[in-house]
């Protein structure tokens, strides 16, 4: 077994379960994660085919398949719990200019909860900034590289995260190979991934259609601001979309949009999307960096409740698609006129 010792430090707080209400960092977290963006990468190949591979690497519970050969340890952790509130970041909520949000608060809701009377708090502990952790990984090179092990732990570093709301720029961490010189690159990453030119997959991956953009000021002081600024273009982007009281649009970014109470607040055609866009901040030197990728797919074409969706609301599976990625271009346009374009 080959292996690698990666010194990880957090750079934005990381929301992770535990049994005591104490965020547990544990390997079947990374590795969940790994096999998601080792998913992202192979897109391009046969669906049998991905399955089959996938299984021999990460393990699986079918007939002939075996153990991971992937072997996850946590060899060290300093890490600081807070329940606090997070910096604030104040902007005009969507369509009320008269009442301020926690920009901060609103990437984070539900760990982050509001209560009449108690105000918004966080309902369980975070991993907070600057806390440190080593990650050993054995793996069998005939079956995964040393290079894909790498790559996939920077995907995780710089664009997925680890734990609760990493789509909203949480659970990133900084790191480097313990006892070597390879120090992890963002530039290198970006390298790696413009080289994936297949079309788009039923799942989020990574396709000759992936767009990454950069904000214009790129050059924080800390890591709140830099995701601050973030998340404030991104609700101002999704609020583009549609007039006040209207869904039409924003409900294909993300999912579900509940509106009050009742039978009728779900305002979604589904419960439940995870949007394909990614906020992330990177850490170089002393400053703060954002970046937000778009990773585009085929729009809910194997959700377990398509059928359902198609025929409650008299749509077929081009529409969607079609809807989608309508919503998806306008909102990447609101992102072209506030940021740069990397990809």
């Known amino acids: 077994m080959e292996k690698i010792i990666f010194e990880c430090e957090t750079i934005t707080p990381m929301f992770l379960g535990g049994a005591d209400g104490k965020p547990e960092l544990r390997p079947p977290t990374i590795k969940a994660a790994m096999r998601f963006w080792w998913r ?11 399955k089959e591979e996938e299984a021999k690497i990460f393990g699986g519970s079918g ?40 920009i901060l608060n609103y990437l984070t809701f539900g760990p982050c909860t509001y209560e009449k009377g108690k105000g918004y708090y966080f309902n369980r502990d975070y991993i907070q900034t600057g806390s440190s952790f080593e990650v050993l990984i054995s793996f069998k090179e005939q079956l995964i590289s ?16 680890l734990g609760t709301k990493s789509r909203n720029g949480f659970g990133r961490f900084n790191l480097k190979i313990k006892n070597e010189n390879y120090i992890s690159s963002f ?25 990454i953009y950069s904000l214009n000021d790129n050059s924080f002081s800390t890591w709140d601001k830099c995701l601050g600024k973030l998340g404030e273009i991104y609700l101002r982007g999704r609020e583009s979309l549609d007039i006040k009281h209207n869904y039409d649009n924003r409900q294909y970014i993300a999912a579900p949009i509940i509106v009050g109470k009742g039978p009728s607040s779900l305002k979604s ?24 990728f778009f990773l585009p797919y085929n729009y809910c074409s194997d959700h377990p409740e398509l059928n359902n969706i198609l025929k409650n609301y008299k749509l077929n599976q081009a529409q969607l698609k079609s809807n989608f990625d309508s919503a998806t271009a306008k909102l990447n346009t609101y992102l072209i006129s506030k940021m740069g374009v990397v990809i």
């Open 40 to 50: 992202a990468l192979n897109a391009d190949k046969p669906l049998k085919k991905l």
């Open 63 to 102: 007939k002939d398949e075996g153990r991971s050969v992937v072997v996850i340890k946590i060899l060290k952790k300093n890490l600081t719990f807070l329940n606090k509130l997070l910096p604030k970041h104040e902007v005009d909520a969507i369509h009320k200019s008269s009442t301020k949000i926690s």
């Open 269 to 292: 055609l589904i419960e439940r999307h995870a949007k394909s866009y990614f906020l992330t901040v990177i850490k170089a030197d002393s400053n703060y960096l954002g970046y937000i």
């Open 146 to 161: 040393k290079e894909t092990i790498i790559l996939l732990i920077e995907l995780i570093s710089y664009t997925g995260g």
């Open 187 to 211: 530039e290198n990453l970006l390298e790696q991934i413009k080289e994936r030119k297949n079309q788009q997959s039923n799942y989020t991956s990574f396709s000759k259609d992936l767009k």
